[in-house]
């Protein structure tokens, strides 16, 4: 892929002329010609971007990448202040129902979110805020910690913490919450400065605080903040109890005398199941899954293989975590990950390949907003994934599969009151944006005790101290994205109920529903999207309550007893 940085000045001016032939169009024919041309030179903006943004993730130390992803940070929203003007003349348009009727009413949703969210006079913050969150993956990434003689980034850190040696776990454990406390200064420093140059953008643009300008640049159009709010009351009603008896019984089965934070990642006294082999092994595993779980799958794997379209290697100087991106103009996903030799590996190979899935799936769309869905119907894509691959669990767990589920349905049960926690936070910080980072900090600890009450961090004073969310990337890169992981498990779980743990034959009609999901990209609202996929809404309380209780019944019909 040729990487070509574009002109912003160039841009503009073309931009300008097409925006002007929108607004003059006389017909619907010459509106949507205008139309076209805008997303033409949208695509080539966005994919030079997404490119460089790739290539930094890569290796943050390669100067001539950091210099890239600077122009980005710079240029984004000058690029953003272009965008803002045709979402305006879009929502005038002389031909609203011929436009509606080709491209439906998800595209004025998006561009009347997009116009609320955004005015020339933040762009300078938005450059602001851009530097500072790449500042942040810098730092992440940045670490070099020495352990058991060799140094190490953060994710080669995460093995030793699902060592079936106690001491080793809590030294690993140690050692990577150390690198946060040497930098603790430097983590608050830059929410300081984030916190407030956001909620500096809401109110100019008259909001009272950040909490609706970071809703509508998520682009959530049919819930709203009381929604979540009763959302996250089911899962501290429904899911919590389970979370709890879920960590007393992994108590039992390591033999420990308490649960401290850093037996957390091990669930048996064996150790975690493992892929049986390298990445490489990995990746060639996954073209066989792939291929027999329907024939779109196997092409879509073949396709992201042929193009080497998949860096899964962990190494110094690339940043932490994974993520999927799309490069419009060649209509190509990307996944980027860090394998290293847990049981994530797998999980990823199916979660960030279920939303380069959903791309592949929608790449046939005419208009940029639609590749992509919003953030939680995308999270339904790559949580789906990991169960409708379960029955080919037994190509990288050899002996080890049903130990593996096991231990993934307890992961996503677990994970949700942490969800929940870190979206009840960012909502607290910014409907108080004043408060200082101790402040943050005891909020945190606090709501720990609330949603996940097991937690003992023992002498570990950072983590005591309600610093554990510095490590987040999310609450600093991408403010109340978080959520979305949470309405999504729930959808992903009607996904298990009806293919996996449902009656003989579901499989087929999950399995349909879930690509008619992904083909569907993001023509529609979240919730239009979840009943589109036959799918009950998160929000409904017996929803969450059936589920909790078929996953529990599940749990407990299995005999841990062949794990250790």
Same mark, same amino acid.
């Given at each position: 892929?040729?990487?070509?940085?574009?002109?912003?000045?160039?841009?503009?001016?073309?931009?300008?002329?097409?925006?002007?032939?929108?607004?003059?169009?006389?017909?619907?024919?010459?509106?949507?010609?205008?139309?076209?041309?805008?997303?033409?030179?949208?695509?080539?903006?966005?994919?030079?971007?997404?490119?460089?943004?790739?290539?930094?993730?890569?290796?943050?130390?390669?100067?001539?990448?950091?210099?890239?992803?600077?122009?980005?940070?710079?240029?984004?929203?000058?690029?953003?202040?272009?965008?803002?003007?045709?979402?305006?003349?879009?929502?005038?348009?002389?031909?609203?129902?011929?436009?509606?009727?080709?491209?439906?009413?998800?595209?004025?949703?998006?561009?009347?979110?997009?116009?609320?969210?955004?005015?020339?006079?933040?762009?300078?913050?938005?450059?602001?805020?851009?530097?500072?969150?790449?500042?942040?993956?810098?730092?992440?990434?940045?670490?070099?910690?020495?352990?058991?003689?060799?140094?190490?980034?953060?994710?080669?850190?995460?093995?030793?913490?699902?060592?079936?040696?106690?001491?080793?776990?809590?030294?690993?454990?140690?050692?990577?919450?150390?690198?946060?406390?040497?930098?603790?200064?430097?983590?608050? #420093?830059?929410? /300081?400065?984030? %916190?407030? &140059?956001?909620?500096?953008?809401?109110? @100019?643009?008259?909001?009272?605080?950040? !909490? *609706?300008?970071?809703?509508?640049?998520?682009?959530?159009?049919?819930?709203?903040?009381?929604?979540?709010?009763?959302?996250?009351? #089911?899962?501290? /009603?429904?899911? %919590?109890? &389970?979370?709890?008896?879920?960590?007393? @019984?992994?108590?039992?089965?390591?033999? !420990? *005398?308490?649960?401290?934070?850093?037996?957390?990642?091990?669930?048996?006294?064996?150790?975690?199941?493992?892929?049986?082999?390298?990445?490489?092994?990995?990746?060639?595993?996954?073209?066989?899954?792939?291929?027999?779980?329907?024939?779109?799958?196997?092409?879509?794997?073949?396709?992201?293989?042929?193009?080497?379209?998949?860096?899964?290697?962990?190494?110094?100087?690339?940043?932490?975590?994974?993520?999927?991106?799309?490069?419009?103009?060649?209509?190509?996903?990307?996944?980027?990950?860090?394998?290293?030799?847990?049981?994530?590996?797998?999980?990823?190979?199916?979660?960030?390949?279920?939303?380069?899935?959903?791309?592949?799936?929608?790449?046939?769309?005419?208009?940029?907003?639609?590749?992509?869905?919003?953030?939680?119907?995308?999270?339904?894509?790559?949580?789906?994934?990991?169960?409708?691959?379960?029955?080919?669990?037994?190509?990288?767990?050899?002996?080890?599969?049903?130990?593996?589920?096991?231990?993934?349905?307890?992961?996503?049960?677990?994970?949700?009151?942490?969800?929940?926690?870190?979206?009840?936070?960012?909502?607290?910080?910014?409907?108080?944006?004043?408060?200082?980072?101790?402040?943050?900090?005891?909020?945190?600890?606090?709501?720990?005790?609330?949603?996940?009450?097991?937690?003992?961090?023992?002498?570990?004073?950072?983590?005591?101290?309600?610093?554990?969310?510095?490590?987040?990337?999310?609450?600093?890169?991408?403010?109340?994205?978080?959520?979305?992981?949470?309405?999504?498990?729930?959808?992903?779980?009607?996904?298990?109920?009806?293919?996996?743990?449902?009656?003989?034959?579901?499989?087929?009609?999950?399995?349909?529903?879930?690509?008619?999901?992904?083909?569907?990209?993001?023509?529609?609202?979240?919730?239009?999207?979840?009943?589109?996929?036959?799918?009950?809404?998160?929000?409904?309380?017996?929803?969450?309550?059936?589920?909790?209780?078929?996953?529990?019944?599940?749990?407990?019909?299995?005999?841990?007893?062949?794990?250790?």
């Amino acid at each position: 892929m040729k990487y070509l940085r574009p002109d912003i000045e160039t841009a503009g001016k073309k931009f300008s002329e097409l925006i002007n032939d929108f607004k003059n169009a006389g017909t619907f024919e010459e509106e949507e010609n205008a139309l076209m041309g805008i997303n033409e030179l949208r695509n080539d903006f966005k994919s030079m971007h997404v490119i460089a943004s790739i290539n930094y993730s890569n290796d943050t130390d390669n100067k001539n990448f950091s210099d890239e992803q600077d122009y980005f940070d710079t240029n984004g929203p000058l690029f953003e202040s272009l965008e803002n003007e045709y979402y305006k003349v879009l929502l005038d348009t002389k031909f609203r129902k011929a436009l509606e009727d080709k491209y439906g009413k998800q595209l004025l949703r998006i561009a009347k979110l997009v116009v609320s969210s955004f005015d020339p006079t933040i762009v300078d913050d938005l450059q602001i805020e851009n530097h500072l969150e790449s500042e942040y993956t810098k730092l992440v990434a940045s670490a070099r910690i020495i352990f058991q003689g060799k140094e190490r980034n953060l994710q080669e850190l995460l093995p030793f913490m699902e060592s079936s040696n106690r001491e080793t776990r809590k030294n690993a454990f140690d050692a990577y919450w150390n690198f946060f406390l040497e930098n603790k200064e430097h983590f608050d #420093n830059l929410f /300081d400065k984030l %916190v407030s &140059l956001r909620n500096g953008m809401a109110q @100019k643009l008259g909001n009272k605080n950040f !909490v *609706e300008m970071g809703y509508a640049r998520m682009k959530r159009s049919d819930y709203n903040p009381e929604m979540v709010k009763q959302f996250r009351k #089911n899962v501290l /009603d429904f899911v %919590v109890p &389970l979370a709890s008896k879920l960590r007393e @019984k992994q108590q039992k089965r390591l033999g !420990v *005398e308490k649960l401290m934070a850093y037996d957390i990642p091990i669930l048996f006294k064996s150790g975690n199941a493992v892929p049986k082999g390298d990445p490489e092994w990995i990746m060639e595993k996954g073209k066989k899954m792939y291929a027999e779980l329907s024939p779109v799958t196997s092409d879509f794997y073949n396709f992201m293989l042929e193009n080497d379209l998949m860096d899964v290697y962990c190494r110094k100087g690339k940043a932490a975590g994974g993520f999927c991106e799309f490069i419009p103009e060649y209509k190509s996903p990307y996944i980027f990950s860090n394998m290293n030799g847990t049981h994530e590996d797998i999980s990823v190979l199916t979660h960030e390949a279920g939303h380069a899935f959903q791309v592949y799936m929608s790449r046939h769309f005419e208009v940029l907003e639609y590749f992509y869905s919003t953030l939680e119907t995308a999270e339904i894509h790559s949580m789906s994934m990991e169960y409708l691959t379960y029955p080919w669990m037994d190509l990288f767990f050899d002996g080890d599969t049903e130990k593996f589920k096991f231990l993934h349905l307890n992961d996503t049960i677990t994970f949700l009151p942490y969800g929940v926690l870190v979206d009840e936070f960012q909502h607290w910080v910014y409907e108080n944006p004043l408060s200082s980072p101790q402040t943050r900090k005891l909020k945190w600890r606090e709501l720990e005790k609330i949603y996940m009450p097991h937690l003992d961090y023992g002498d570990n004073q950072f983590l005591s101290e309600g610093g554990r969310w510095q490590r987040q990337a999310h609450i600093y890169e991408s403010p109340f994205y978080y959520i979305d992981y949470c309405l999504a498990q729930v959808c992903a779980f009607q996904f298990w109920l009806k293919a996996i743990r449902g009656k003989n034959g579901d499989f087929k009609s999950a399995l349909e529903d879930y690509i008619k999901l992904c083909s569907e990209g993001g023509s529609r609202s979240f919730l239009e999207l979840v009943k589109f996929a036959n799918l009950k809404s998160p929000f409904e309380e017996e929803v969450l309550k059936q589920l909790t209780n078929e996953i529990e019944m599940y749990l407990d019909s299995i005999d841990e007893k062949t794990f250790n």
